[in-house]
């Protein structure tokens, strides 16, 4: 009867391991349809980086083309998003680059900026402050640049401050500890733009040739990740262990059963 009976579980057993089959790789993220056409940006290797909303900026004032500091403390205490960062001896203010993307600075208010390279923001302030300062110097720094890495393992996902003012996606991930053993080096995905309609980039690092190609500026909020290695044997034995339960309980009562109704 048990024969019997398991013999009739085959076939469920056989659908449920197809349907859990569908569900394996479960951790894999931002996967994208099939024939997806990627960015092609990673050949392009000079692109700066160009401030965005959100930013947090270093600004300084200097006169005679950087002879002499011009102190913005006292006027930025009035100014909305302003703050002082010299805990360390460091003069410069900070300020935030609001969504629609200008920000607000002493004396001369609001002022677009976001979209501009850092130099290029510089030469504009340096040409609204010449009506008020004699040949001034303009310094800024973005604060709080960073990307996101996930380098290929489970929970091992961190932000990378961008410290430096051209950081290559090579560095971010040495930043960020390297790939891990269960990575995928040829299949690297960089996300960047808008999270509703962003670039995905495909890039390889397995090889040479890819190094070479994928040599691009990282862009603040970008996404890094890696692709990790599916582990079908642990995903199958973990996706069927709870049905397995299932039915050995199911025998264990059938058996239970049929010896109360077919006493010895």
Known sequence: MIIDFMKKLIPALSILFIISSCQLNPSVMFKVPKGYEYSNEQTIGNVEYRISPNDIIGFSVYTND?????????????????????????????????????????????????????????????KEYATFYNKPFVMIRVMNRRVMVFPGTGGAGRTVSLDNENVNLIEALALAGGLTTTGKAHKIKLIRGDLRNPKVMLIDLSTIEGMQQSNLLLQANDIIYVEPVPRYSQEILSQLAPIIGIITSLALVYQIADGLSNPK
Do not use: H, W, Y
């Open 66 to 126: 950087g002879f002499k500091l011009i102190d913005m403390t006292t006027s930025a205490a009035s100014i909305t998003g302003g703050f002082q960062t010299n805990s360390q001896g460091n003069s410069q203010t900070q300020f935030l680059v609001e969504p629609d993307g200008q920000v607000k600075l002493p004396i001369i208010g609001k002022i677009k900026i976001a979209g501009f390279t850092v130099r290029e923001a510089e030469k504009t302030l340096e």
